[in-house]
């Protein structure tokens, strides 16, 4: 069950923390860079939670991969948004413990495969 992997709930932490410091964004970001940010984090998430649904090895391994993609560019506009001065940190130690996580359910899916083929 997705909801039991680690990468998942640390995902589901990063979202709240990315929507909380968006609360305090200038009102002229709500339809860019917040906006940006709240669906890229969501999007990390959900394709765990959609990977883990589907039925074989390859599938569940595109959508961890696409959301490996939306937690880097959340990370591109989390930096973007330090550099304007809208944050005081960029969530970098947040973003990276999810890749890692991330990057080691890759993996191990993958050896999955590996194992099923044979």
Do not use: W
């Not at 968006?22 to 959900?46: C, I, K, N, W, Y």
């Not at 490996?68 to 413990?97: P, W």
């Amino acid at each position: 069950m997705f909801k039991d992997l680690k990468v998942y709930n640390s995902a589901m932490d990063l979202c709240v923390s990315v929507y909380k410091i968006t609360d305090s964004f200038p009102g002229h970001e709500l339809f860019g860079l917040v906006s940006q940010m709240r669906r890229a984090v969501v999007s990390v998430s959900s394709n765990i939670a959609e990977g883990a649904g589907r039925g074989s090895y390859r599938e569940q391994i595109r959508f961890y991969y696409i959301a490996r993609g939306s937690l880097a560019e959340l990370e591109t506009q989390l930096e973007i948004s330090f550099r304007l001065g809208y944050v005081d940190c960029r969530l970098h130690n947040e973003t990276r413990f999810v890749y890692r996580l991330l990057n080691g359910l890759i993996n191990s899916t993958k050896k999955m495969m590996l194992v099923d083929s044979t």
